[in-house]
């Protein structure tokens, strides 16, 4: 399994951006799919964003599509969760979650994912 450390968490207001980054341990990153989740206070996992090995096929839940951009650099180990036009219910913490794959797809089923990220917290305020 992948190690997985999430960053660029923090505290914004309505309307600003943030980018959070996952960097994930070894050397067979790009044979992962990757995928951003958040669980906002009190309530279930959701899935946010996933992105395919190759970076060729990315899918956003609808809650976010058009204000987060999910990305990936392989040759750096790291993916990416732009998120523009910050909303209070964008409060959460976000995981960023792996699956080894041996096709170029994307998964939104957290069920489906091998390892995990601790978590960073995302607070937004009015």
């Known amino acids: 399994q992948v190690q997985l450390v999430e960053s660029g968490g923090g505290l914004g207001q309505a309307g600003d951006s943030l980018r959070l980054s996952c960097v994930a341990s070894?050397?067979?990153?790009?044979?992962?799919?990757m995928g951003w989740f958040r669980r906002a206070p009190g309530k279930e996992r959701e899935f946010v964003a996933a992105?395919?090995?190759?970076?060729?096929?990315?899918y956003y839940a609808d809650s976010v599509k058009g204000r987060f951009t999910i990305s990936r650099d392989n040759a750096k180990n790291t993916m990416y969760l732009q998120i523009n036009s910050l909303k209070p219910e964008d409060t959460a913490v976000y995981y960023c979650?792996?699956?080894?794959?041996?096709?170029?797809?994307?998964?939104?089923?957290?069920?489906?994912?091998?390892?995990w990220g601790q978590g960073t917290q995302v607070t937004v305020s009015s």
């Open positions: 070894g050397r067979t990153f790009s044979s992962y799919a």
């Open positions: 992105i395919s090995r190759t970076g060729s096929s990315t």
């Open positions: 979650a792996a699956r080894r794959s041996n096709s170029d797809i994307y998964y939104s089923n957290g069920g489906l994912y091998d390892s």
